[in-house]
């Protein structure tokens, strides 16, 4: 059993940063594959990025590409997403999720993740 906790969520202009955290509780959390989401109301929820047990992290391939990191900590049960050059696009919930790797879904699809938090907002005004 995992709980995870975002936060850092806020109001930034466009061309700005935030860093996003996700606090997870429980056992094994670096044996656990790492993801975030975001999603606006009337949409899928979109893969962001995900880092691996060992640290090695994929992004999505257009919208956050060179914009976003993705991290993680092991030693403080946290992983973090650094975001960059904001625009008003990346408006979203953002999600942090843990899954183990499973057969039949692949690390973007949410049914990969077996466990997420609340979400935090991110806004970005132009």
């Known amino acids: 059993q995992v709980q995870l906790v975002e936060s850092g969520g806020g109001l930034v202009q466009a061309g700005g940063s935030l860093r996003l955290s996700c606090a997870a509780s429980?056992?094994?959390?670096?044996?656990?594959?790492m993801g975030w989401f975001r999603q606006v109301p009337g949409k899928e929820r979109e893969f962001v990025a995900r880092?691996?047990?060992?640290?090695?992290?994929?992004y999505a391939a257009d919208s956050v590409k060179g914009r976003f990191t993705i991290s993680r900590d092991n030693a403080k049960n946290t992983v973090y997403l650094q975001m960059n050059s904001l625009k008003p696009e990346d408006t979203a919930v953002y999600y942090c999720?843990?899954?183990?790797?499973?057969?039949?879904?692949?690390?973007?699809?949410?049914?990969?993740?077996?466990?997420w938090g609340q979400g935090t907002q991110v806004t970005v005004s132009s």
């Open positions: 999720a843990a899954g183990v790797p499973r057969s039949g879904s692949q690390y973007y699809q949410e049914s990969a993740y077996q466990y």
């Open positions: 429980g056992r094994a959390f670096n044996s656990y594959v």
């Open positions: 880092i691996s047990w060992t640290g090695v992290p994929t």
